[in-house]
């Protein structure tokens, strides 16, 4: 046997079979499966695998594809994620309202992304800057009591223009440092 294959692989061959188990919360099993089996039908349609879900959480994925083992993994992995306030995320545009626009950041969980935080220049039309399906990257600024998440655009392309307030005014409230002393060159 030596003489055929002296040692193992260091990898599968790119045509042998994989089976990979991926545990998750209970809780999240629900938002893995989706309304009607909708989430997990896509992800066995779009990555061409099988994925089965047991009552303790544990996921089973199998396929033939290597790269769509590895992608549906990921996916499964991100519905199992929760959203951590301060941390950016590409997201794609669900939906444009006049306020603003609905964000999905994960896959099921959206956010609003209002008008004020779309841009540092003003914005008068959310159409004027992004459409549906525009991949955006946005920075998550609150959960408030009902879930409901803040996002801002702006804070990615400024860091550092968002206060703990989500306000991004400046500290003289907006009168453009009106009614201060200018500073004096120091000299040495």
Known sequence: MDKVLAAPRPELSQFAPRLIRLQIPVNKIGALIGP??????????????????????????????????ERAKAEVEAFTQTPEVGKIYKGHVVSIKEFGAFVEIMPGIEGLLHISQIDV????????VMREGDEVEVKLLEIDADGKMRLSRKAVLSPGSEGPTGAGRPRDGGRGGAGRRPERPHHR
Do not use: C, H, P, Q
Request: net charge negative; glycine share 16%.
């Open 36 to 69: 009607g089996g909708k989430n997990i039908r896509r992800i066995i349609e779009e990555y061409g695998v099988e994925v089965d879900v047991e009552d303790d959480g544990s996921v089973f994925i199998g396929g033939l594809d290597a790269t769509g083992v």
């Open 121 to 128: 220049a003003r914005v008068n039309r959310v159409e004027d």
